[in-house]
């Protein structure tokens, strides 16, 4: 099983898990011309994508997932709730598929674990996928932690995990009160602090990869995000990866 990240901030997300012949795309919020762009650069085809996944209804995480599954008539996996609130900017769609946040299902190859998160939308998620013998989890866009998050998390042989902000950069910054409050809210964004208290209550015994991921151009820096993580983990800064908004992360391969 391996994985990339097309990019990773509040300008656009999109994600990609492979393993076998399964290549599953988590949310699009790239336009499709912009997305085409960045698979060329990981060397991934439009045709081969097997589905979309979606976390939340945010246009950052959304806004081209309709217009790519109507172009490659891809089926797309979303809860109900991601639905109704998407509806009319998804469009007519190729297939559509409502998931369980609190049920398994797989999709070729991978096998996918949702699990609710709390976040300022109607119904988001996030998964963990594994190929039968490793794991790798996905957390962002979540104010906080919860033991059902943690418990889902726990052992993962790769983990991809936001650290949004730093909590000083988001309040001595230029963003105004309300949207500060909303960031920094149980409902908003985990901070670099917060990110680091969740990886030590994990289960690390078997993590390979560990990917610093949704990090604010305003209000975080890589190096911070770094070094709350490492020092979480007890490593160096360097073996923690950094996925931006522009490159994206490169494919990572879990063995």
Same mark, same amino acid.
């Given at each position: 099983m ?24 988590v ?26 996944l *979606? #976390?939340?209804?945010?246009s950052?995480?959304?806004g081209?997932?309709?217009? &790519?599954?109507?172009?490659y008539? +891809?089926p @797309?996996?979303?809860t109900a709730?991601?639905?109704?609130a ?7 769609l190729?297939?559509r598929?409502?998931l369980n ?13 949702p699990f609710?998160?709390?976040?300022d939308?109607?119904e ?7 190929d039968?013998?490793?794991r790798?989890?996905? *957390? #962002?866009d979540?104010?906080l932690?919860?033991p059902h998050?943690?418990?889902q &998390?726990?052992?993962?042989?790769? +983990?991809? @995990?936001?650290c949004n902000?730093?909590r ?19 409902l908003?964004?985990l901070?670099?602090e917060?990110?680091a208290m969740?990886l030590?209550?994990?289960?690390n015994?078997a ?12 209000n975080?820096s890589?190096? *911070?995000a770094a070094a ?8 160096e ?8 908004q ?5 494919w990572?391969?879990?063995?």
């Amino acid at each position: 099983m391996r994985f990339a990240l097309f990019g990773s901030g509040s300008k656009g997300n999109a994600t990609i898990v492979e393993h076998g012949k399964t290549r599953l795309l988590v949310d699009c919020g790239f336009s499709v011309r912009e997305l085409e762009r960045r698979m060329v650069r990981l060397g991934v085809e439009g045709a081969s994508l097997s589905a979309i996944l *979606l #976390t939340h209804e945010h246009s950052d995480h959304l806004g081209g997932a309709g217009a &790519l599954a109507r172009k490659y008539k +891809l089926p @797309l996996w979303l809860t109900a709730g991601t639905a109704r609130a998407a509806e009319k900017r998804l469009g007519e769609l190729p297939q559509r598929h409502l998931l369980n946040c609190h049920a398994r299902f797989a999709i070729g190859d991978l096998e996918v674990a949702p699990f609710p998160v709390p976040h300022d939308a109607r119904e988001p998620c996030q998964f963990v996928f594994s190929d039968g013998a490793h794991r790798l989890g996905l *957390l #962002t866009d979540t104010g906080l932690s919860t033991p059902h998050i943690q418990r889902q &998390l726990s052992g993962c042989d790769a +983990l991809i @995990l936001e650290c949004n902000h730093d909590r000083e950069m988001l309040r001595d910054g230029p963003y105004p009160p309300h949207l500060q409050q909303r960031i920094a809210s149980a409902l908003g964004h985990l901070s670099n602090e917060q990110a680091a208290m969740i990886l030590q209550k994990l289960d690390n015994s078997a993590l390979q990869h560990l990917v610093a991921a949704h990090l604010s151009e305003t209000n975080n820096s890589p190096e *911070l995000a770094a070094a709350s993580l490492s020092a979480a983990l007890g490593c160096e800064t360097d073996w923690i990866a950094l996925a931006d908004q522009e490159e994206g992360l490169s494919w990572r391969e879990i063995s």
